[in-house]
């Protein structure tokens, strides 16, 4: 990753049924992505994938039977890419 992007994890809300408490939310903040098209998306999810398989795995060894990691690309002020709104930018990652 670049030194300008960020991330955020938040979990699964408070009081969730089991079931939704095994998906939490990952968000990439990217300073930019060019050209913005479906492929540029896809390549930055598979880019992450083994950092976000280590997350999935240490869920695992948690206890948590079905983790899902949302995986959310946005720009750096967590707001969609302007071009991007008939992309898919986010995606159910499961392990």
């Given at each position: 990753?670049e030194?300008?992007?960020s991330?955020e994890?938040t979990?699964?809300?408070l009081g969730a049924?089991?079931?939704q408490?095994?998906?939490?939310?990952?968000?990439?903040?990217?300073?930019?992505?060019s050209p913005?098209?479906?492929q540029?998306f896809?390549?930055i999810?598979?880019?992450?994938t083994p950092?976000t398989?280590?997350?999935?795995?240490?869920?695992k060894?948690?206890?948590?039977?079905?983790?899902t990691l949302?995986?959310?690309?946005r720009d750096?002020d967590a707001v969609?890419?302007?071009g991007s709104?008939n992309?898919?930018?986010t995606?159910?990652?499961?392990?």
């Amino acid at each position: 990753m670049e030194k300008k992007t960020s991330y955020e994890m938040t979990g699964a809300p408070l009081g969730a049924k089991p079931k939704q408490a095994t998906e939490y939310n990952f968000m990439l903040k990217l300073e930019q992505v060019s050209p913005i098209n479906q492929q540029s998306f896809d390549e930055i999810k598979s880019d992450i994938t083994p950092y976000t398989d280590k997350i999935l795995n240490e869920m695992k060894k948690v206890g948590i039977k079905y983790p899902t990691l949302k995986l959310t690309i946005r720009d750096k002020d967590a707001v969609p890419f302007k071009g991007s709104e008939n992309l898919i930018t986010t995606y159910s990652l499961k392990k």
